[in-house]
Antibody, heavy 121, light 107 residues
Framework: QVQLVESGGGVVQPGGSLRLSCAASGFTFSNHGMHWVRQAPGKGLEWVAF????????YSADSVRGRFTISRDNSKNTLYLQMNSLRAEDTAVYYC??????????????WGQGTLVTVSS | EIVLTQSPDFQSVTPKEKVTITCRAS??????LQWYQQKPDQSPKLLIKYASQSISGVPSRFTGSGSGTEFTLTINSLEAEDAATYYC?????????FGGGTKVEIK
């Protein structure tokens, strides 16, 4: 079955950087687009970024554009989110999610369990 | 950006009652609307795709309807395990957006 396991979360100071990883198994990773979605404590869901199956196209929310970079390594079945210039408002649980489609965005089908990022001095 | 407005924000329901949650989009999204269930300390789970298409493994009491700008999630005969927050989500255009959520409590 599909398994998505996020890691790399933790506490970081404002202005700092962090790289999140999402290890995928149970499906052909290189055939699927992938998303990052976040959820601030006690709040709703916010889409962060999407990457095509082959990494050739990427899209991100205005709130993170220029600071966060989504990438993938299909040889390692792993999705990444490089987060720079972190702000207090980036504090959230970060989820990776599988899209059933390769290039076009369809929807978020399977989700990982999430990893908590806390931005605080 | 397409704004999704859910109603109600909160609903307290007795078991076996029917629950109806509405999601209104700020512009037409066709059928590009999904519903997710999130239980406390868990990740979201897909319930309905493309407004009304069922998902394998999801109980048949969960049904979706609507198109354009008005959508509905119906839970027929609510069970105790359905206590959760429900979110609608549009995949019609970027940025992808979610509704604010509807918390369903069991009386």
């Amino acid at each position: 079955q599909v398994q998505l396991v996020e890691s790399g979360g933790g506490v970081v100071q404002p202005g700092g950087s962090l790289r999140l990883s999402c290890a995928a198994s149970g499906f052909t990773f290189s055939n699927h687009g992938m998303h990052w979605v976040r959820q601030a404590p006690g709040k709703g869901l916010e889409w962060v970024a999407f990457i095509w199956y082959d990494g050739s196209n990427k899209y991100s929310a205005d709130s993170v554009r220029g600071r966060f970079t989504i990438s993938r390594d299909n040889s390692k079945n792993t999705l990444y989110l490089q987060m720079n210039s972190l702000r207090a408002e980036d504090t959230a649980v970060y989820y990776c999610a599988q899209d059933p489609c390769s290039g076009n965005i369809c929807y978020l089908s399977q989700w990982g369990q999430g990893t908590l990022v806390t931005v605080s001095s | 950006e397409i704004v999704l407005t859910q109603s109600p924000d909160f609903q307290s329901v007795t078991p076996k009652e029917k629950v109806t949650i509405t999601c209104r989009a700020s512009q037409s999204i066709g059928s590009r609307l999904q519903w997710y269930q999130q239980k406390p300390d868990q990740s979201p789970k897909l319930l309905i795709k493309y407004a009304s298409q069922s998902i394998s493994g999801v109980p048949s009491r969960f049904t979706g309807s609507g198109s354009g700008t008005e959508f509905t999630l119906t839970i027929n005969s609510l069970e105790a395990e359905d206590a959760a927050t429900y979110y609608c989500h549009q995949s019609s255009s970027l940025p992808l957006t979610f509704g604010g959520g509807t918390k369903v409590e069991i009386k």
